[in-house]
């Protein structure tokens, strides 16, 4: 069973026969699904996670995305949600109860620990760990129910070896949960190297569009229908058909998509090294010492880079940006239009500074408008900023 990334994006998963030849699936926009007799709806209701009953449970156009997203990330099944962080709450409210404790490793998403910090009162409780193996090994606790992981991270794109938090949560009966969106399962598939679960926000590149929100996570048939039952039917974030068919759409065009993305962000890396007026850049391509992890666990490198400015804080960051024209502001990432964002805001330096971020930092997500404009866009706003400098 051995299908390409290319084919399941385009063919595979989908039932054209079912649909009249239909290349591109109908949407089955409706709520629910009626039966020709009283015993068939009931028959069907015992299992109403394997029938079309409600879309609260199962819908024929959500389906198939699951299917090739199910495919995409070697895992048994996958359940679609309404939003990233409607998947990502799923895994937290499905599979923990009072008492246990979450390892969260790598810098995580914002919104993700807020949500964590917010189960306290639930008394879920919750530590973090950077990405070094020994310190990950010393923060188990005997209540450490889960070991969430996001690699590459998305603010300094630092990663963690895969296989071996696999390989210590396995020996003490953890499960392993991994937020994939950075890299997508065209460049990473975790449950490969042992990982229980493969978190995403749709959002970002597997929509690809920045017209849709959705999120899902990937895993065995077992822990996905746990989910699908408590943090799914329950919780009811559920994906809008219509959405399920834009990021049906979205993935025709992931693997050539990423290669521009791909291509384009290590130009414009490139073009960066040259500028004085930077201290460091954050990608996984200029990691050193970290090649043979990234190596083993991935296949290419999306376009969220950062870098820092020098000496800069909230005033320098802002002009900056202000200057650029083709990078749009604002937040989310993956689309097909470049963004430029940065954490700090008036007055919290000192804080960005306790969670290991400098105030200049300054966050591109590399769209698909060609790197030569992108070169240019970035070149005009240094040059800008340089004869602010001098008229001072
Ligand atoms: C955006 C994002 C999420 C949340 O996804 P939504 O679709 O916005 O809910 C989760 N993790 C990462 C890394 C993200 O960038």
């Given at each position: 069973m051995h299908y390409s990334d290319e084919e399941i994006c385009t063919q595979l998963g989908e039932s054209f026969s079912e649909h009249h030849g239909a290349v591109s699936p109908p949407v089955y926009q409706t709520s629910l699904f009626a039966f020709d007799s009283f015993e068939a709806f009931t028959e069907a209701q015992k299992r109403e996670r394997e029938n079309y009953v409600y879309t609260r449970g199962l819908n024929p156009t959500t389906e198939i995305l699951e299917q090739k997203l199910a495919l995409l990330e070697r895992g048994g099944k996958c359940k679609c949600f309404s939003s990233g962080m409607g998947a990502i709450s799923s895994i937290f409210?499905?599979?923990?109860?009072?008492?246990?404790?979450?390892?969260?490793?790598?810098?995580?998403?914002?919104?993700?620990?807020?949500?964590?910090?917010?189960?306290?009162?639930?008394?879920?409780?919750?530590?973090?760990?950077?990405?070094?193996?020994?310190e990950i090994e010393k923060a188990i606790k005997p209540t450490t129910k889960l070991i969430y992981v996001e690699s590459p991270g998305t603010m300094l794109m630092k990663v963690v070896d895969l296989q071996q938090v696999a390989h210590i949560a396995q020996k003490h009966e953890i499960i392993t949960a991994i937020d994939n969106t950075w890299s997508t399962p065209i460049f990473q598939k975790p449950l490969l190297h042992g990982f229980d679960l493969s978190v995403h926000s749709l959002t970002k590149y597997i929509g690809g569009h920045s017209d849709v929100v959705g999120g899902a996570v990937i895993g065995s048939e077992e822990l996905i229908d746990t989910i699908s039952k408590y943090g799914f039917q329950l919780n009811?974030?559920?994906?809008?058909?219509?959405d399920a068919s834009l990021i049906i759409r979205g993935?025709?065009?992931?693997?050539?998509?990423?290669?521009?993305?791909?291509?384009?962000?290590?130009?414009?890396?490139?073009?960066?090294?040259g500028k004085e007026e930077i201290t460091s850049i954050h990608h996984p391509s200029l990691h050193s010492g970290e090649e043979d992890v990234i190596?083993?666990?991935?296949?290419?490198?999306?376009?969220?880079?950062?870098?820092?400015?020098?000496?800069?804080g909230f005033e320098q960051v802002a002009r900056f940006i202000n200057h650029l024209s083709v990078f749009k502001i604002g937040v989310s990432w993956g689309g097909f239009e470049s963004l430029v964002n940065a954490p700090v805001k008036k007055g919290n330096e000192k804080e960005l500074n306790k969670q290991g971020l400098s105030p200049g930092l300054v966050r591109l997500s590399i769209g698909l408008e060609g790197a030569d404009l992108l070169i240019q866009d970035l070149e005009q706003a240094f040059q800008a900023l340089s004869r602010e400098v001098e008229i001072q």
């Open positions: 409210l499905s599979l923990l109860q009072s008492g246990d404790h979450v390892l969260f490793v790598n810098n995580i998403y914002g919104p993700t620990i807020q949500l964590l910090d917010h189960l306290k009162r639930f008394y879920i409780d919750h530590s973090s760990v950077g990405n070094s193996l020994e009811g974030a559920v994906l809008s058909p219509h993935l025709r065009t992931l693997p050539i998509r990423l290669r521009q993305h791909q291509q384009h962000c290590l130009k414009v890396i490139d073009y960066l090294k190596n083993k666990q991935m296949k290419g490198f999306s376009g969220l880079l950062s870098f820092e400015l020098k000496d800069a």
